[in-house]
C-alpha cells in the first residue's frame, strides 16, 4: 500500500510540477532580478489551460495562436506589479494581442517598436511577446517602477520579424504604431474594432490588417482560400475586374494585392 500511495503521488505532481516550468530561454523575472523585492513564482499556462487564468478572454489569445503564458506578482517598495508574458506563435499573432488590447496611450516608450504606457499598464510587443505589466496604483512611481520591470523583460526578448508593409504598402510607421490592428478571427474584429462586425461575420481562415483613418478604414485582408474571400467579396458587395475592385460601399483605388489578398477602403 505504501507503494501505491507514493505512485499515486508521483502520477498526480509530476504533471503538475512539469506544467510550472519554463523553458530556459523564456523572458521571465526571477527574485534575482530584484532582491530588494518579493517576487512570486511563475504561474504557467499552455493551450486551453488558459481558461483557468482568464476565462472570459482566453478565446481572444487562442484565436491568435497562443503558446505559452507566464504571470508573476512582484512587490516593489510598496507597489504591487503583475506580469504577464504571453509567447505567441510568430511575431504577427504577438502584434494582433497587442494592438487590440492597447487603449488610449498616453505615450510609447522606445523598448521596442510597439509599446503602450497608461497610468494603470505599460505594454510591449517585440518579436513573438506580448507583455503587459499592470500596477496598483496608477502613480508616478508605478510609472517607474514597471519601467524598470519592461525595459528588463524586453531586453530578454530576441528580436522578431514584422512586417506589415506587405499589407499596407505606403502607409507610414507612425500611422501603423498609432491607428493600425491585426485580426485573425471575429473576436479579433469585435476587439479591435466592433463597426466592422458585419464586414467579417461568419468568416474564418484570414489575417486582416486595418488601419484607421480620420474618414475612412483601409482594410487589408489575406484569405486562407479563394473561396473564403469570395464570402467576403459577395457579403459586402465589391465587385473584382481584374485587379481591381469596385463598389458602393467602397472609395478607390482599392485592389487585389496578390492571390487571395484584397485591400479595400471602407468608410466610416
Not at 507566464?70 to 516593489?76: F, Y
Not at 460601399?249 to 484584397?262: G, T
Not at 485591400?263 to 466610416?268: A, D, L, Q
Amino acid at each position: 500500500m505504501h507503494k501505491l500511495t507514493k505512485t499515486l503521488f508521483f502520477l498526480i505532481f509530476m504533471p503538475m510540477a512539469a506544467w510550472s516550468q519554463l523553458p530556459d530561454d523564456f523572458p521571465s523575472v526571477t527574485q534575482a532580478d530584484f532582491p530588494d523585492a518579493s517576487v512570486s513564482s511563475p504561474r504557467v499556462f499552455t493551450g486551453s489551460s488558459l481558461f483557468g487564468y482568464m476565462n472570459g478572454g482566453a478565446e481572444l489569445y487562442l484565436e491568435y495562436g497562443f503558446s505559452l503564458a507566464a504571470i508573476t506578482e512582484v512587490s516593489l517598495s510598496g507597489g504591487r506589479y503583475k506580469i504577464e508574458v504571453f509567447k505567441m506563435n510568430g511575431p504577427e499573432e504577438a502584434f494582433g494581442i497587442y494592438s487590440v488590447s492597447k487603449f488610449r496611450c498616453l505615450d510609447m516608450p522606445s523598448y521596442s517598436g510597439h509599446t503602450c504606457r497608461t497610468s494603470y499598464q505599460l505594454q510591449i510587443c517585440k518579436g513573438q511577446y506580448y507583455v503587459s505589466i499592470i500596477n496598483s496604483n496608477g502613480t508616478a512611481a508605478d510609472s517607474t517602477a514597471s519601467a524598470r520591470i519592461g525595459s528588463l523583460v524586453s531586453e530578454r526578448i530576441p528580436a522578431g520579424e514584422l512586417n506589415l508593409a506587405g499589407y499596407l504598402p505606403g502607409a507610414s510607421i507612425g500611422s501603423i504604431k498609432t491607428g493600425c490592428f491585426l485580426a485573425r478571427g471575429p473576436l479579433g474584429i469585435v476587439n479591435g474594432e466592433p463597426d466592422l462586425e458585419d464586414c467579417f461575420r461568419g468568416l474564418k481562415d484570414f489575417t486582416a490588417v486595418i488601419l484607421r483613418g480620420e474618414e475612412d478604414y483601409t482594410i487589408s485582408v489575406k484569405f486562407g482560400d479563394t473561396d473564403s474571400m469570395n464570402n467576403f467579396i459577395s457579403q459586402n458587395n465589391i465587385g473584382t475586374a481584374g485587379d481591381q475592385v469596385s463598389g458602393s460601399d467602397v472609395n478607390l483605388p482599392a485592389r487585389l494585392l496578390s492571390e487571395n489578398h484584397l485591400i479595400i477602403k471602407k468608410h466610416r
